[in-house]
């Protein structure tokens, strides 16, 4: 073989090679192929109002789920199957916080544990050197953990539960999700990457909300947000999140600048939704 046709030979492979291993390439690919039905089937189960999205956005959902999918791996634990279902359940509340936004899907992020139901954990509540952000125990076991390391732990059945109920403010999928948004930062301390926002109201607006959920909490009074968020702001940003996409007509009304922050934050208003 003559030295020109090798040296083209080795350049189409070097092209090839290229390619497939450039990121924005790859994920063209994969948001090319069809959404299968089945898997439509199991996000209008997650995510009941996805007809209620504009066409846009139910397509950047899709898209985003299949990116999601092809780059993280499931993992079944204490006797879990992993099926369809699990995947696109998990995969369609996720990928729900991204809607709007210039962001990658959760690139720090490569395993996803699934356990039947609560788990038990060793670890305590305190954030450790191995990254652990949150654990949720509502004395039967542990819901989610979210790991700053490429990690979310869930219970099957909580997930399940919380795509069932989309009104009760209450969803382990976006309460753990909204952690490994995060910590993208560096540490999960409740101030996100903005891309673009203004961090002086967010700080001030998130502070005094935090400051009032837990006096609310010392005095008894009602909420509309899970009282776990007064734990510390990385647990009131994981709450507040929840309470934004599942109660946020309420939201709104009760806590007005919370919602308007978490709104732009999140670029959408799930108040057309519900």
């Given at each position: 073989?003559?030295?020109?046709?090798?040296?083209?030979?080795?350049?189409?492979?070097?092209?090839v090679?290229v390619?497939?291993?450039?990121?924005?390439?790859r994920d063209r690919?994969?948001?090319?192929?069809?959404?299968?039905?089945?898997?439509?089937?199991h996000?209008?189960?997650?995510?009941?109002?996805?007809?209620r999205?504009?066409?846009?956005?139910?397509?950047?959902?899709?898209?985003?789920?299949?990116?999601?999918l092809a780059h993280?791996t499931?993992?079944?634990?204490?006797?879990?199957?992993i099926t369809?279902?699990?995947?696109?359940?998990?995969?369609?509340?996720?990928?729900?916080?991204?809607?709007?936004?210039?962001?990658a899907?959760?690139?720090?992020l490569k395993?996803i544990?699934?356990?039947?139901d609560?788990?038990?954990?060793?670890?305590?509540?305190e954030e450790?050197?191995d990254?652990i952000?949150d654990?949720?125990?509502h004395g039967h076991?542990?819901l989610?953990e979210?790991w700053h390391y490429g990690k979310?732990i869930?219970?099957?059945d909580?997930?399940r539960?919380?795509a069932?109920?989309?009104?009760?403010?209450d969803?382990?999928?976006l309460h753990?999700?909204?952690?490994?948004?995060?910590?993208?930062?560096?540490?999960?301390?409740?101030?996100?990457?903005?891309?673009?926002?203004n961090?002086?109201?967010?700080?001030?607006i998130?502070?005094?909300e935090?400051?009032?959920l837990?006096e609310?909490?010392?005095?008894?009074?009602e909420?509309v947000m899970d009282?776990y968020?007064a734990?510390?702001p990385?647990e009131f940003f994981a709450?507040?999140?929840?309470?934004?996409?599942?109660?946020?007509?309420?939201?709104?009304?009760?806590?007005a600048e919370?919602?308007?922050?978490?709104?732009?934050?999140?670029?959408?208003?799930p108040?057309a939704?519900?």
């Amino acid at each position: 073989m003559a030295i020109t046709e090798l040296s083209i030979i080795l350049l189409i492979v070097l092209v090839v090679v290229v390619g497939y291993s450039y990121p924005g390439w790859r994920d063209r690919r994969i948001v090319a192929r069809p959404f299968p039905d089945a898997w439509q089937q199991h996000l209008v189960r997650a995510v009941p109002y996805v007809n209620r999205l504009a066409p846009g956005e139910q397509q950047q959902l899709r898209d985003n789920i299949q990116r999601f999918l092809a780059h993280k791996t499931f993992h079944g634990c204490g006797g879990q199957v992993i099926t369809d279902e699990i995947r696109i359940t998990i995969a369609a509340q996720a990928c729900l916080l991204l809607l709007n936004r210039r962001t990658a899907v959760y690139p720090r992020l490569k395993h996803i544990l699934v356990y039947p139901d609560a788990f038990v954990s060793n670890l305590g509540h305190e954030e450790n050197d191995d990254g652990i952000v949150d654990i949720e125990d509502h004395g039967h076991g542990l819901l989610g953990e979210s790991w700053h390391y490429g990690k979310v732990i869930l219970s099957w059945d909580d997930v399940r539960h919380g795509a069932a109920n989309i009104h009760d403010g209450d969803n382990v999928v976006l309460h753990e999700f909204s952690h490994q948004l995060d910590s993208e930062s560096g540490s999960a301390n409740g101030a996100p990457v903005m891309h673009g926002g203004n961090y002086t109201a967010w700080a001030q607006i998130l502070s005094e909300e935090f400051e009032e959920l837990n006096e609310d909490f010392h005095h008894h009074h009602e909420s509309v947000m899970d009282y776990y968020g007064a734990t510390n702001p990385a647990e009131f940003f994981a709450v507040a999140t929840e309470t934004f996409f599942e109660k946020p007509h309420q939201l709104r009304k009760r806590h007005a600048e919370l919602f308007e922050v978490l709104r732009e934050y999140y670029a959408v208003d799930p108040t057309a939704w519900q």
